[in-house]
């Protein structure tokens, strides 16, 4: 029996079908922004106390022998991260709207059918108001946290959500959000509406992501970006070479 469909492993079927067969398969790589995000995750709408901090350097002896001992689903941080990671949770809690768009059922696993392909996934928060993801990253300037959050499907994650929430029986929520906390002092928050454009195109591409991913699955087929050989050509302009540190013009 297949695995449910998660977004966080569909959204690689943007870059090909063997990205989303790598991820599917492989657990994903426990970054220091990983873990950052995990923390703060917990902090505001999970279970805070899974967050620890480690007693000494990650690499030492002491730290190893700590973390065998650590509960298997704790977030270790160290001194440093666990000190940001308190301080972004504490920049959210400030913040009113951000924290009225939190309150609702938190993290709740839900299932569901879609073009006959069982799906899975776990929203942030939602009630027949809100739907919200937190996000936390490098900036939560609007203009450069848009750019960053189309790149990642964000709009096409909250659209699966939506889709999943519709079809288990849970109620469509009225308005779609994400609350957005940067990385850096001071730790900005912004909170940003999606349009009913951005929802919709975001249901679109997850369609066309499941779509091909049931041909794959069917054929048990996983291409990179392409089988065909691509040409490679070049402008008859003169371009600019670098040799020896010395920039030469090519006619």
């Known amino acids: 029996m297949l695995a449910p469909v998660h977004f966080s492993t569909l959204k690689f079927m943007a870059q090909s079908p063997a990205h989303y067969l790598y991820a599917s398969t492989h657990e994903p790589p426990q970054s220091a922004a990983f ?15 899974r967050v620890v901090m480690s007693p000494g350097r990650k690499g030492t002896k002491a730290h190893a022998e700590w973390v065998e001992t650590a509960p298997t689903d704790a977030i270790v941080l160290n001194a440093t991260e666990f000190q940001k990671a308190s ?5 959210v809690v400030r913040h009113k709207q951000a924290m009225g768009l939190l309150a609702g059922e938190r993290q709740r696993f839900v299932e569901w059918q879609w073009l006959g392909r069982h799906c899975a996934g ?37 659209a699966w959500y939506r889709r999943g929430l519709i079809e288990c029986g849970c ?26 454009n951005a929802i919709d195109l975001g249901e679109r591409a997850c369609r066309a992501w499941l779509e091909r991913l049931l041909v794959c699955e069917a054929a048990d087929t996983w291409p990179a970006y392409t089988e065909a050989a691509v040409p490679f050509d070049v402008q008859e302009e003169g371009f600019t ?10 006619e």
């Open 241 to 250: 070479l670098t040799i020896d540190g010395e920039e030469t013009e090519v």
């Open 35 to 49: 873990r950052l995000g995990s923390a703060v995750d917990a902090f505001l709408i999970g279970e805070g106390e």
């Open 171 to 196: 109620g469509t929520p009225a308005a779609y959000w994400i609350v957005a906390v940067e990385s850096a002092p001071p730790f900005p928050v912004t909170v940003f509406r999606l349009t009913d």
């Open 122 to 158: 776990t929203p942030d928060v939602f009630t027949l108001e809100h739907l919200t993801e937190l996000k936390t990253g490098r900036t939560a300037h609007p203009d450069r946290f848009m750019s960053a959050a189309r790149f990642y499907g964000y709009h096409a994650q909250l």
């Open 87 to 91: 301080e972004m949770a504490d920049s």
